[in-house]
């Protein structure tokens, strides 16, 4: 077996150990899942969570003798965790989150992200003097510097968020957290801000594409919209890749259910208005 090197706080390079001698640390506490480790044949050093199933799964750690040197029980629980929080943990039933899910979490994150291109938006061009005027003509080319600033605002803001946010330690945007899901790498790993920045434009390309690309999701095997197979990524249950596989909820859930509820209702409305103003303006009813 090869053996491992790991990087304590000072940075140094301790070692080598034999993989039981790792999993001995492990059982200890004494590895973090940030902690780097590296052993003959890796490109580079390695975080802990990323190694550990590796690691854990070829040698168990010797049970740790309770405290005052009395043998411990063959039979008692260990008394480190298998798997430190954050840790991806491979195999097991993983489920993906359906089309509906997604369409609920992209509900939720378009009012997060307008509020907080709003929040921004209102007090620059106050600042830059723009008046009632100046927002009534947004997007018509009529101002080109507030035009410029309010599309730089509305694309960049929800770049930013949704990339930072998926690559953050939650997987998540507020709206996946919401509705309970979250992206992953195909091996469960948490994505890179950069490829979160990329997965962002492949969105926008599944967007454009008469929505095709996003409705891709509810009829490929493991749930993909365009971009995920563009960015190999996935959207799974929150608890997938995790030590409770368990806890995976197959069904849509009562916060996917009621955002959908409420969201069809605001659309039949805004159609109902609409066909209100339409036959009033028909019959002559508004002067």
Not at 187 to 213: E, H, K, N, P
Not at 230 to 253: R, S
Request: net charge neutral; charged share 15%.
């Amino acid at each position: 077996m090869a053996n491992w090197y790991y990087g304590d706080a000072g940075r140094n390079r301790l070692g080598p150990l034999s993989p039981l001698e790792l999993a001995a640390l492990h059982a200890r506490g004494e590895l973090q899942p940030d902690t780097p480790v590296w052993r003959e044949g890796l490109d580079g050093w390695k975080p802990w969570r990323e190694m550990m199933a590796e690691v854990i799964a070829v040698s168990a750690p010797p049970p740790v003798p309770p405290a005052g040197g009395e043998a411990a029980s063959p039979y008692a629980p260990p008394r480190a965790q298998l798997h430190d929080e954050g840790a991806v943990v491979a195999g097991g039933h993983v489920v993906y989150a359906g089309f509906w899910k997604r369409v609920a979490a992209v509900i939720l994150d378009s009012f997060v992200t307008a509020f907080l291109t709003w929040m921004l938006m209102i007090p620059v061009f106050l600042l830059l003097g723009a008046g009632a005027g100046d927002f009534a003509q947004l997007g018509t080319g009529s101002n080109v510097l507030f035009t410029l600033l309010y599309y730089l605002f509305a694309l960049g803001i929800p770049l930013f968020y949704m990339s930072w946010m998926h690559s953050s330690s939650s997987q998540a945007t507020l709206g996946k957290m919401a509705v309970g899901i979250k992206v992953t790498r195909l091996d469960g790993a948490r994505i890179s801000f950069l490829r979160a920045f990329g997965r962002y434009f492949g969105y926008m390309l599944s967007s454009l594409l008469l929505f095709i690309g996003l409705i891709m999701a509810a009829f490929t095997e493991r749930k993909q919209a365009l971009h995920d197979l563009m960015c190999d990524t996935l959207v799974v249950d929150k608890h997938a890749f995790t030590a409770q596989p368990e806890l995976q909820q197959e069904g849509l859930g009562a916060v996917t259910i009621i955002v959908l509820v409420l969201s069809g209702l605001m659309f039949v409305g805004m159609i109902v208005l609409v066909g209100i103003a339409i036959a009033a303006l028909a019959s002559g009813g508004w002067h």
